[in-house]
């Protein structure tokens, strides 16, 4: 990458600098679809315009276009990213959300793994910079795993003693002797 291309690619767009109202209609004009981007242009202009900007801020028809194509790029990931929770919520039925979880972590832990092999294959680059970022991935998923099985673990010693003053109760009222009800609560807490 030339050092033209370096600045061209840090430099922020059009777009990015406009004010903040201007850029949501901007925004919502895309998301209604119901104008053409070229209209789109005109009408931000005039807006641009109108609002006393130098001319120097009024868009392109090639940069509102490049605009659309990653909002719509951002937009189909996001729609994707929906569809595969979807499909696995629907295969997980009411699975605790420490399952969802899980299922992230092993996600995560695949994208890092086919990253380090691309780094080993040399297909992209390994600087000290990326191979920090995974050890701390790596870091960071091993710490979530942990508090994720912390937390279930407590979720169900919580739902095991909520169960147990229940059947305690019940068992209770329905005349089991006291040595029954505290064996039945030791089954119960997994005390047994």
Not at 82 to 88: G, K, L, N, T
Not at 96 to 121: H, W, Y
Not at 128 to 143: D, G, H, T, Y
Not at 158 to 170: H, I
């Amino acid at each position: 990458m030339s050092l033209h291309q370096a600045k061209a690619k840090n430099r922020r767009s059009k777009v990015e600098l406009l004010p903040a109202d201007i850029k949501a209609q901007l925004n919502e004009m895309l998301r209604d679809g119901r104008m053409q981007q070229i209209e789109i242009v005109e009408a931000i202009n005039q807006l641009i315009e109108s609002k006393g900007l130098p001319e120097d801020q009024q868009l392109s028809k090639s940069g509102l276009n490049r605009y659309a194509k990653r909002m719509e790029d951002i937009g189909q990931r996001i729609r994707q990213a929906r569809e595969v929770a979807e499909v696995w919520t629907a295969k997980l039925g009411n699975a605790p959300v420490s399952d969802l979880g899980k299922i992230l972590q092993e996600g995560i832990r695949a994208l890092a793994f086919e990253t380090q092999m691309d780094m080993a294959e040399g297909k992209i680059s390994a600087d000290p910079k990326s191979l920090n970022q995974m050890a701390l991935l790596c870091q960071r998923i091993e710490a979530a795993a942990m508090s994720s099985h912390k937390r279930e673990k407590e979720m169900r010693q919580l739902f095991a003693s909520e169960a147990a003053e229940v059947a305690e109760k019940v068992a209770s009222q329905q005349g089991l002797t006291a040595e029954g009800v505290a064996a039945l609560k030791r089954e119960i807490l997994g005390i047994a």
